[in-house]
């Protein structure tokens, strides 16, 4: 559990990890103490992998980077890349990361949630960028990572207009996966990653490894990825089961 005061209540099971934002008086908005908070369990899930489910109290994913800080910031915070560095080693993690969405996810927290490989929302979350209203842009992986989740003229679109998307709205996109009412969205994560857990954690984290591999590495990367697996005991095991299985 993290300490009294954190921003990030973090929760370990043998398998899994849920990291709760927890900044009520500010909506969960992401500051400099929350960075540093996510790059602690970043170190944590690097050197003992588990699924990670993210999520925000008090009815909140993350309203967006802290607006009092991100004031103050100047050009060489931004080419420091502070949030994008801490999203992006999220979303290298070698087990899958769960975004458990209610209320706002607005700036950086719709970055966050970018970051996880799969978005599950409740029927009042509402996702966006509005960042260009405040004078800059979203620049910690939107303007790559939503393109590849919604497609380039939709993340063009709200990217560009700063509108915010509506639970709903953000389903049929794609940008989430299922909606669930509130006090079912928790147990909804814990049963994707259940179905995670039965599955083989070598061969989920190969997975995981293909489908961000940049476009010039496949189909060579499956075939090495595959060529592991393929020698591995877990493999025989699995495989010798579901034919006795079959055979009864």
């Known amino acids: 559990m993290a300490e009294a005061g954190s921003p990030l209540r973090v929760e370990r099971g043998r398998d899994r990890v849920v990291a709760t934002l927890d900044r009520p008086a500010a909506r969960n908005a992401i500051d400099q103490e929350l960075v540093d908070a996510l790059h602690a369990l970043c170190e944590d899930l690097e050197a003992e992998p588990r699924v990670l489910i993210l999520t925000g109290a008090g009815g909140v994913f993350a309203s967006g980077a802290d607006i009092a800080q991100l004031r103050d910031r100047r050009a060489e915070d931004a080419r420091r890349g502070i949030n994008t560095t801490v999203f992006g080693r999220i979303r290298r993690l070698p087990m899958p990361v769960i975004a458990a969405i209610d209320g706002w996810a607005l700036?950086?927290?719709?970055?966050?949630?970018?970051?996880?490989?799969?978005?599950?929302?409740?029927?009042?979350?509402?996702l966006g960028n509005p960042e260009t209203g405040l004078g800059i842009i979203a620049a910690a992986a939107a303007t790559w990572?939503?393109?590849?989740?919604?497609?380039?003229?939709r993340a063009s679109e709200l990217l560009l207009t700063g509108?915010?998307?509506?639970?709903?709205?953000?389903?049929?996109?794609?940008?989430?996966?299922?909606?669930?009412?509130?006090?079912?969205?928790?147990p909804a994560a814990h049963a994707i990653a259940n179905r995670i857990g039965a599955n083989d954690t070598l061969a989920t984290r190969h997975t995981k490894t293909a489908l961000l591999a940049p476009a010039?590495?496949?189909?060579?990367?499956?075939f090495e990825l595959q060529a592991e697996l393929f020698e591995s005991p877990e493999k025989?095991?699995?495989m010798t089961e579901f034919l006795e299985r079959n055979r009864r």
Do not use: F, N, Q
């Open 216 to 222: 010039g590495a496949h189909p060579a990367i499956e």
């Open 145 to 153: 990572r939503l393109p590849e989740i919604v497609g380039h003229a």
């Open 163 to 186: 509108r915010i998307l509506l639970a709903e709205e953000a389903l049929a996109w794609g940008l989430v996966s299922s909606l669930h009412a509130a006090d079912d969205l928790l």
């Open 236 to 238: 025989m095991r699995r």
């Open 107 to 126: 700036g950086g927290g719709a970055e966050l949630a970018y970051a996880a490989d799969i978005r599950i929302a409740t029927p009042d979350a509402k």
